[in-house]
């Protein structure tokens, strides 16, 4: 579990097929500091599992289900990614709770500079937006945001500049695609609800 607090950004360092599986070396300078092989990182927004280290990079495998589900497919040698380590029991949940499973992809619409913040647009699949509050948590390449609003088929939220300099965003350009996991509350609210209808 995360809480979409991104702890750096790393860069692709190497992008290695075999089969269908996809391991992915990352270049980093922080997180590795107490990580074990097996623990789960999130890169943008996707949980995955370190395999190897070395002083200065780690490794993980894609398999070909998070790689049709997400935008790790569309990585490339030098793309700069989202990391965030796995939540510690007695670690402060700053964000919100983030699995690290990624329910669809959105595409980047616009960026509005609001002189000192920025306000990105998002086009989403609208059978998603059922899940999307005014107020409420998302995140965004595993990032937790605050919705500013949300319509039929968009949705949209402000980055303050920390975040802004911290992240990949500032990398985004209009038609790029981001992973999008909705708030897990959401989703069992529902499953709830519909369990409960069929009973009544």
């Given amino acids: 579990m995360f809480t979409g607090l991104i ?3 790393g860069k692709i360092l190497s992008l290695d ?21 097996g623990d789960s990182i999130a890169i943008n927004g996707v949980c995955l599992t370190a ?8 490794k993980v495998t894609a398999v ?9 497919k569309h990585l490339e040698v030098g793309s700069e990614v989202n990391l965030e380590r796995c939540l510690k029991a007695e670690d402060r ?4 709770i983030v699995q690290g499973h990624v329910d669809t992809i959105a595409e980047l619409d616009k960026v509005i500079d609001q002189n000192g913040s920025y306000d990105l647009y998002f086009k989403i699949p609208e059978n998603y937006t059922k899940y999307i509050i005014k107020k409420g948590s998302i995140s965004i390449s595993g990032i937790s945001l605050t919705v500013v609003d949300v319509g039929n088929d968009y949705f949209y939220v402000t980055i ?3 975040t802004w300099e911290k992240t990949n965003l500032k ?8 992973n999008i996991e909705v708030d897990v509350l959401a989703k069992y609210m529902e499953k709830l609800s519909e369990n409960y209808l069929v009973k009544s």
């Fill in 93 to 96: 949940l700053g964000g919100h």
């Fill in 160 to 162: 303050i500049p920390a």
């Fill in 7 to 9: 702890e750096e950004t």
């Fill in 17 to 37: 097929w075999e089969n269908t599986n996809l391991h992915i070396t990352i270049k980093v300078k922080l997180i590795l500091e107490d990580i074990h092989e």
């Fill in 171 to 178: 990398a985004l350009k209009s038609g790029d695609n981001v």
């Fill in 64 to 72: 070909k289900e998070t790689l049709d589900v997400t935008t790790l």
């Fill in 51 to 58: 395999t190897s280290f070395t002083d200065s990079s780690f």
